[in-house]
T-cell receptor
Framework: AQKITQTQPGMFVQEKEAVTLDCTYDTSDPSYGLFWYKQPSSGEMIFLIYQGSYDQQNATEGRYSLNFQKARKSANLVISASQLGDSAMYFCAMSAGSSNTGKLIFGQGTTLQVKP | SAVISQKPSRDICQRGTSLTIQCQVDSQVTMMFWYRQQPGQSLTLIATANQGSEATYESGFVIDKFPISRPNLTFSTLTVSNMSPEDSSIYLC????????????FGQGTRLTVV
């Protein structure tokens, strides 16, 4: 069975510092994708970054980078130079299987609070 | 990226009634996905909406409670039927982007409160 685990219910970070949000996954499929989303209090889901299981390099998108450690089945999100607007819930998600076309399994989420 | 318009953005409904949520995409997509997010919880997939065939429901979700329509490649509706307070949740539709599985976008969500 496929599973995503986020073990940090809440995190605090000082403005302008970097923060790492943890995510581990479990799947027996060799082909899978890992996603991170930001959900502000408004409820919308904002796509941040994607990492494919066959990608050789860690994904980066602006201030977001994904620390992909395939052997350890972890896909941690690193946010550099935190901003007050980064305060939100963050979800790690996975799509798996060669027949998959976008169906995602989500972790429990991590609430990030950025302190001024 | 795909732009998804979802409405209503929020509603307060009486128990026993039904609400239909609409999701419009700015491009043609093969599959659309409907998720539920109960208060303080993560997202759970309700069903996959396929154009031209019946929706595929996940375990724990049934068509009588959550009927789905998919009349064309850019539009889908989810109905929450015979509502109870336990149906109070955020409902979100999702599509994958043009790069197949490397992108998955969501509508703005519908925040439903059943009283």
């Amino acid at each position: 069975a496929q599973k995503i685990t986020q073990t940090q219910p809440g995190m605090f970070v000082q403005e302008k510092e970097a923060v790492t949000l943890d995510c581990t996954y479990d799947t027996s499929d060799p082909s899978y994708g890992l996603f991170w989303y930001k959900q502000p209090s408004s409820g919308e889901m904002i796509f941040l970054i994607y990492q494919g299981s066959y990608d050789q390099q860690n994904a980066t998108e602006g201030r977001y980078s994904l620390n992909f450690q395939k052997a350890r089945k972890s896909a941690n999100l690193v946010i550099s130079a935190s901003q007050l607007g980064d305060s939100a819930m963050y979800f790690c998600a996975m799509s798996a299987g060669s027949s998959n076309t976008g169906k995602l399994i989500f972790g429990q989420g991590t609430t990030l609070q950025v302190k001024p | 990226s795909a732009v998804i318009s979802q409405k209503p953005s929020r509603d307060i409904c009486q128990r026993g009634t039904s609400l239909t949520i609409q999701c419009q995409v700015d491009s043609q997509v093969t599959m659309m996905f409907w998720y539920r997010q109960q208060p303080g919880q993560s997202l759970t997939l309700i069903a996959t909406a396929n154009q031209g065939s019946e929706a595929t429901y996940e375990s724990g979700f049934v068509i009588d409670k959550f009927p789905i329509s998919r009349p064309n490649l850019t539009f889908s509706t989810l109905t929450v039927s015979n509502m109870s307070p336990e149906d109070s949740s955020i409902y979100l539709c999702s599509v994958h982007g043009t790069l197949q599985n490397t992108e998955a976008f969501f509508g703005q969500g519908t925040r439903l409160t059943v009283v």
